[in-house]
């Protein structure tokens, strides 16, 4: 199993904190990065392969994981022409295995990572039931064991929950991942695209995408300055998100 990690935008709507410096290495206590937290959490969860995707300022990101093994770094030219679609598409060479997708911007618990790759279905998003929902939100509705549609823009009566920007590929279900973005690539009509759009496009295909539902606790983004507290609250909660790995 390998993670890819998509991390290459510029984080704008955390100005001032990411003027000079990259939304995955804003520090969020422990001593860790945003970035440091995934990869232990990921080591921790038995994942030693990870491809980071990066493009604004990708020479800290390269500088701070050059000692560490198992890390690639995958550059992507267009972080500031295009969406995350176009970055996750820059690592479609490496969806020849199975793969979990991972937002940058992620914290998340080991046993999110655990819980997935149990899963045996090709494709596994992780949601998250909240009791309300911002419009950044990443919105998902569903029927019965699938997801159904994925969006921001989802009207309130269709959304049962919010995708938490972690999904699950067997190597059949990364194959049909790499097939959609080439062809919604390929198209040239998709540059302001999320890479859930594809995920939408592979829906509407009547291809199934499952679903994993953890608890809201276990997981947070940041997207604003809010969120760094939020994070910061999270990491030193009872459920230390590293405490096993850094006993071992």
Known sequence: MR???????RGTRLLP?????????IHVGNGDTILENQIKTLRESG????????????EQIEAKVKDIKGIEIIYNPFYDEANNLYSLWMAKWRMDEEIITIN?????????????????????????????????DMKVSLKGDRVVKVGKNLESQEVDGESVGIIKFTKK????????????VKSGKHREDFYLAAIQKIIDKNITVNYHEIDSGKWQEMDFHQDVDLIRN???????????????
């Open 3 to 9: 993670a890819i990690l998509i991390s290459a935008g």
């Open 17 to 25: 904190l990411t003027k000079n410096t990259p939304k995955c290495l």
């Open 47 to 58: 994942i030693e392969d990870i491809s980071i995707i990066t493009g604004y300022l990708t």
């Open 104 to 136: 940058g911007d992620n914290i998340f618990y080991p046993e999110v990572i655990e819980e997935l790759m149990e899963r045996e279905e090709d494709i596994v998003m992780a949601i998250s039931k909240e009791d309300e929902y911002d419009d950044d």
């Open 173 to 184: 279900g990364a194959q049909i991942l790499k097939d959609q973005l080439e062809e919604m």
């Open 234 to 248: 999270l990491l030193e909660s009872k459920y230390d998100l590293f405490k096993n790995y850094k006993s071992k």
